[in-house]
């Protein structure tokens, strides 16, 4: 069988996430149905991660087994023909059986996007976390910095989550401003669930001086109390996976 | 009465323009009929230019006179409680009589996005362009800089459409690239009608390599047929009014 790697662009906001429901399909789902539509397949499809309801993707790696012909080139235009318009297959290639779009992700880049002026904006609504208040971005990008290396991020995940272990590694982090969109980008080895949502939350908490300490001290205290609120889903994008 | 200038964000795409029509209320009617929910008022506003179905505003102006009390300050949220989610207020100034957000103007800058990839995104798909074909963006950078400076624009506007003259000067124009996108921003004292997207279109077939004059003596032949396509309607933002 070939074992075929998409990547894929998604708009969240009409989704329960990736992951199929009981009741609804998911993004997963969806794209399950249109490979059914152009192969005659039910085939499962699997992704890199799941993301949650509203998050996006700009470059999401799922990949399946088939027996379909079609060539790896013909199959973004052929799937696009099928899928909603809030679903895009960017990119398809044939890889090696033993190709795994969960296992054998080396890392994750993350974007974030804050909009943040008094006012609402209608064109961000969907795809942005809107800070009515004043920010000192300075501060922000200087903690930020101390979340790279690697360290327990125990006190950066989600309440009654459990894995393995809570070490990871943060390659890269960068906050970039133009005309009130806030952009956070973050490239790890790996994410706990949240992780990324409660970093920018911290940061934003600590950009409106509500948070005195330290990133290095609320990192030490492994405690999710320390850290700052989760940042709502829909200004998270799943930028690239790294393999 | 007081004199009100406001500062307005739209998502163009559910509207039929600013303009109202017969049977919709187009934005003005929209921003007009929330006006009257907190005055009391039927009051008519006036904007720096009308904008088209789909077009986008990130800093579209527009006045009225009145006799409410509200202060300046408290009518942005006043009246985005009242409007739907893709109209915002962003701003409230009271200024003097004679201000006329249309005939007070001395400039406006536009801005246009085109994505640029192989394949549609759902992400960008109501606030850009898909131009799917490679372009030259080398080119397109050159050549817009012969728009710079005081130039009979006829060949850039509708065919049909009147003014009394055609002489516009643009004072700057530029187009960067990011992960596909291209933005480009343009500052002008004035624009003809679709002058703005024309100019997008005849830079983007001069990208695909469909047009082979240069953008000089495309402005030199003030012949509609020599200029490229007039570019979509959705990947055009009115994003700032110079007064």
């Given at each position: 069988?070939?074992?075929?790697?998409?990547?894929?662009?998604?708009?969240g906001?009409r989704y329960c996430?990736?992951?199929?429901?009981?009741?609804?399909?998911?993004i997963?789902?969806?794209?399950?149905?249109?490979?059914?539509?152009?192969?005659?397949?039910?085939?499962?499809?699997?992704?890199?991660?799941?993301?949650?309801?509203?998050?996006?993707?700009?470059?999401?790696?799922?990949?399946?087994?088939?027996?379909?012909?079609?060539?790896?080139?013909?199959?973004?235009?052929?799937?696009?023909?099928?899928?909603?318009?809030?679903?895009?297959?960017?990119?398809?290639?044939?890889?090696?059986?033993?190709?795994?779009?969960?296992?054998?992700?080396?890392?994750?880049?993350?974007?974030?996007?804050?909009?943040?002026?008094?006012?609402?904006?209608?064109?961000?609504?969907?795809?942005?976390?809107?800070?009515?208040?004043?920010?000192?971005?300075?501060?922000?990008?200087?903690?930020?910095?101390?979340?790279?290396?690697?360290?327990?991020?125990?006190?950066?995940?989600?309440?009654?989550?459990?894995?393995?272990?809570?070490?990871?590694?943060?390659?890269?982090?960068?906050?970039?401003?133009?005309?009130?969109?806030?952009?956070?980008?973050?490239?790890?080895?790996?994410?706990?669930?949240?992780?990324?949502?409660?970093?920018?939350?911290?940061?934003?908490?600590?950009?409106?001086?509500?948070?005195?300490?330290?990133?290095?001290?609320?990192?030490?205290?492994?405690?999710?109390?320390?850290?700052?609120?989760?940042?709502?889903?829909?200004?998270?994008?799943?930028?690239?996976?790294?393999?």
């Open positions: 069988m070939r074992n075929l790697k998409l990547t894929i662009q998604y708009d906001s996430g990736w992951q199929k429901q009981p009741d609804f399909s998911g997963q789902g969806t794209i399950e149905y249109a490979i059914y539509e152009i192969t005659r397949e039910k085939i499962k499809i699997e992704a890199s991660g799941r993301t949650d309801a509203g998050v996006h993707a700009l470059g999401q790696v799922a990949n399946f087994k088939t027996n379909s012909t079609i060539p790896a080139s013909r199959i973004p235009d052929a799937l696009n023909a099928k899928l909603p318009k809030d679903i895009s297959i960017i990119d398809c290639q044939e890889v090696s059986e033993d190709f795994h779009s969960r296992y054998s992700a080396k890392g994750k880049v993350y974007r974030y996007l804050i909009y943040n002026r008094p006012y609402r904006s209608p064109l961000y609504k969907n795809i942005s976390y809107h800070v009515k208040y004043e920010l000192d971005l300075e501060r922000m990008k200087r903690e930020s910095k101390s979340l790279l290396g690697t360290h327990d991020f125990k006190g950066f995940r989600k309440d009654g989550s459990s894995v393995r272990g809570t070490m990871r590694t943060i390659h890269d982090i960068t906050i970039e401003e133009n005309d009130g969109l806030i952009v956070l980008e973050v490239y790890g080895n790996g994410f706990l669930y949240n992780m990324v949502r409660i970093i920018v939350g911290t940061l934003v908490d600590m950009g409106r001086g509500k948070i005195d300490k330290s990133m290095e001290e609320i990192i030490a205290s492994k405690d999710k109390y320390e850290a700052g609120h989760t940042a709502p889903a829909h200004g998270l994008f799943l930028k690239k996976v790294h393999y």
